[in-house]
């Protein structure tokens, strides 16, 4: 056993020759410690990572299953991104005005978040000077998580009204906030940069998103393209109530439901939905790229136009273009006269109570689940009027009735003069004529 031990030993001296330590020598590491450890070598210490050694977990809370669930409680503060919004107020000095006067403040982050905020229009003095000004007034900020007060001066930048616009000043301590006196200073033409902040709020007059402009207000709510300003934004006026609108247009009226693009809304109930579309009566309806002028007129499709009032214009370049007339299909037009009405392709009313249907190609109309077995047919360019029904289902032969020549599809004999009786094979004329011998009316194989 000694031996053994004595070799052992002296393996583990020649290993320590052949393999040494860290440093080198065989030794253990000395010195300052550095990274995720404090203190120096041979010792050094775990750095804390925000939760205290032996922080004991607590329950805070239980799956769907009820069982508890443990967490540390007390994590380190995560760093808080984004601008909350200033409370911005204006206010007039001197001798007031109807001039309408838009301002802009903007502000941003140690994370170089901005946010662009337009307050609700002032109206003002039409000129500017240091008797008569604006206030532009900027509380100190309150900041709610996961928000953060800004850094640095705001930016404010006069958007609508006074003989130049863009930036006109800033005020130095943005998160203290301030005061700015609009005497007429002069803007940059610069525009308000967007808002980057991700947020979007509500219960705000106005607010730049990334491009878009997000306006709510008297009930209203407007999401468009661009910086428009102030209770105009969507070229909506601060006066106009109840309108829902995303996309780009013309809007100046109350009740307004608009989507799309290059849209026109210029009346009371306009809804507009597509590229293009255009309301400019009150009621009408938009869907497509078409025109609605008249009150309640309805357009849908392409190309469309329906005035007059309560004209209906549906399919492509239909145009129905007098109260209550309805133009379907295509190039169909309803026109002239009130009722009148158009269906098929190319199809013309022009007339009043006129119902036009079909078109210069199509020679035949059925009535019933197809051609073959229609219950009515009728023959384009023609008088003629086919309508089979069974002998049980005639008019009564009377006097009213008296020459009346009608086709039916179940006679039982084909004999001109016989008289017609039902639940045969004969489809064949029949008519209601009247013997004066007895005063008998009959309906007769014609």
């Not at 004991?56 to 909350?84: D, E, K, R, W």
């Not at 869907?287 to 492509?316: E, M, P, Y």
Request: with cysteine.
């Amino acid at each position: 056993m000694k031996k053994l031990l004595l070799f052992l030993s002296l393996c583990v001296a020649a290993w320590g020759q052949i393999n040494p330590g860290p440093g080198g020598t065989g030794g253990s590491p000395t010195g300052a410690a550095g990274g995720a450890l404090t203190g120096t070598y041979p010792n050094p210490t775990l750095a804390q990572t925000g939760v205290a050694f032996g922080t004991p977990a607590s329950m805070i809370g239980t799956n769907i299953t009820g069982i508890p669930y443990t967490g540390i409680a007390n994590f380190p503060t995560l760093t808080q991104v984004g601008v909350t919004r200033p409370v911005v107020s204006l206010s007039n000095a001197g001798t007031g005005g109807s001039t309408d006067y838009v301002y802009c403040v903007t502000a941003k982050d140690a994370n170089l978040y901005t946010i662009t905020w337009c307050p609700t229009v002032t109206q003002g003095n039409a000129t500017l000077s240091v008797s008569n000004y604006n206030i532009i007034t900027v509380a100190a900020w309150s900041v709610v998580a996961p928000n953060i007060a800004p850094t640095g001066a705001c930016d404010v930048y006069r958007v609508t009204g006074g003989a130049t616009q863009g930036k006109i000043g800033t005020i130095s301590n943005c998160s203290a906030g301030g005061v700015l006196n609009d005497t007429g200073l002069a803007g940059d033409s610069a525009s308000p940069p967007l808002d980057t902040s991700g947020a979007i709020r509500t219960g705000e007059a106005t607010q730049q998103l990334s491009g878009y402009t997000l306006y709510t207000g008297n009930a209203s709510l407007s999401f468009t393209p661009g910086i428009l300003s102030g209770d105009k934004a969507g070229a909506v006026d601060k006066q106009y109530t109840h309108n829902a609108i995303f996309g780009a247009g013309t809007f100046s009226n109350s009740g307004i439901t608009a989507i799309g693009y290059s849209l026109t809304a210029t009346a009371h109930t306009c809804s507009v939905l597509g590229y293009g579309s255009s309301c400019t009566g009150d009621g009408g309806t938009s869907l497509g790229f078409t025109n609605s002028t008249g009150a309640n007129d309805t357009a849908v499709g392409n190309l469309n136009t329906a005035s007059g009032g309560r004209a209906i214009a549906i399919g492509t370049g239909s145009t129905a273009s007098s109260g209550d007339a309805i133009a379907i299909g295509s190039q169909g037009t309803a026109s002239a006269f009130t009722y009148s009405i158009a269906i098929g392709r190319e199809a013309v009313a022009t007339d009043f109570y006129q119902f036009i249907a079909g078109s210069t190609k199509i020679h035949n109309f059925y009535a019933g689940f197809d051609g073959t077995n229609a219950t009515a047919t009728i023959h384009s360019g023609a008088s003629k009027v086919d309508v089979a029904v069974h002998v049980a289902d005639l008019a009564t032969c009377n006097n009213g009735n008296k020459g009346l020549v009608q086709r039916v599809d179940d006679a039982t004999v084909a004999t001109p003069g016989s008289t017609a009786t039902g639940s045969g094979t004969y489809t064949i004329n029949v008519q209601c004529i009247f013997n004066s011998s007895g005063s008998v009316y009959t309906w007769i194989i014609d």
